[in-house]
């Protein structure tokens, strides 16, 4: 199993994609019965001082005040079965659910610390309390007189999430409606489709075309000397719209609505699997076809 050397404690920082954090949560509400939290593998790249967790899986374990059972099997073949799908993501630390450090952090510390030169320790809050989602990240160093360890000591170090393009439009798309406080929007959220493409397109076109707005009136403003331009905001529009294919009005039109459909076509199999799914629950038979 590979290692990573992570750089000093002093300086190191971490950074968090939020579908780890999904990961975490379900994790911990499909949890057993009388388990008081979840341990897990975080798994990620080094970048200069910066952690960077991309993914996790859990680690089956039993735990008491003194001694910590880690299903090591289990733990081993996870990573191996990642290595096949991202061999450049590496051991670099654990999590556990909770809202604060448990006495036997240490001995788990000190399993994962065989894994990684310096293993960070993720702690996510699953309680949400005082109402926030709580996550902390922590480093540790052996307390030591002379050659005899006495203690174990985690240092809290930043810890953000950072969200990348596919990310953020699925976070968005998660809160739309969220923030709205009426009744009717809260009575309402759990029968709208997180699938309606219809209303989710015309959000982004909306979207996409304040943007393109804002963009050239920042151009305008530049080229008429009202404001004073950043090269750094020039060339990060030149790349953009170096990116952008050109195309033909019917070819643009074209392509368009062929992606349109095919999305469309992807949503009503969508459902109709899920509305077979449904019926078969409710007529108590795994036997029923789906498709």
Not at 110 to 134: A, C, G, I
Not at 190 to 200: F, I, M, P, R, V
Not at 218 to 245: C, F, H, Q
Request: charged share 25%; hydrophobic share 40%.
């Amino acid at each position: 199993m590979s290692t990573v050397l992570l750089p000093s404690t002093s300086s190191v920082s971490v950074k968090v994609h939020p579908v780890v954090l999904f990961a975490i949560c379900d994790a911990y509400t499909r949890r057993k019965e009388h388990q008081d939290r979840v341990i897990g593998t975080l798994l990620g790249v080094v970048v200069d001082n910066t952690i960077e967790v991309k993914n996790c899986y859990v680690v089956p374990h039993n735990e008491s005040s003194d001694q910590v059972m880690v299903d090591v099997v289990h733990h081993k073949t996870m990573f191996d079965l990642h290595q096949k799908v991202a061999p450049h993501e590496v051991i670099v630390g654990w999590f556990a659910t909770g809202s604060e450090l448990y006495n036997s952090d240490a001995l788990i510390q000190e399993f994962y610390s065989k894994e990684s030169q310096h293993p960070v320790h993720m702690v996510v809050d699953t309680t949400l309390r005082d109402d926030k989602f709580n996550i902390s990240a922590y480093t540790s160093r052996t307390l030591a007189l002379g050659d005899k360890q006495l203690a174990t000591e985690f240092v809290e170090i930043p810890c953000d999430t950072i969200f990348g393009d596919v990310e953020r439009v699925g976070a968005d798309l998660m809160l739309t409606g969220l923030n709205d406080p009426s009744p009717d929007a809260k009575k309402d959220s759990s029968s709208k489709s997180l699938t309606d493409d219809a209303e989710s397109l015309q959000a982004s076109m909306a979207r996409l075309a304040e943007l393109v707005s804002r963009a050239a009136e920042y151009v305008e403003n530049v080229n008429s000397g009202k404001v004073t331009g950043d090269p750094a905001i020039g060339r990060y529009l030149a790349d953009t719209l170096a990116l952008v294919p050109h195309l033909a009005r019917p070819d643009f039109e074209r392509i368009f609505n062929e992606s349109v459909q095919d999305n469309m076509m992807v949503t009503f199999l969508s459902d109709l699997l899920r509305a077979h799914v449904a019926l078969a629950e409710r007529l108590g038979t795994a036997a029923l076809p789906i498709m």
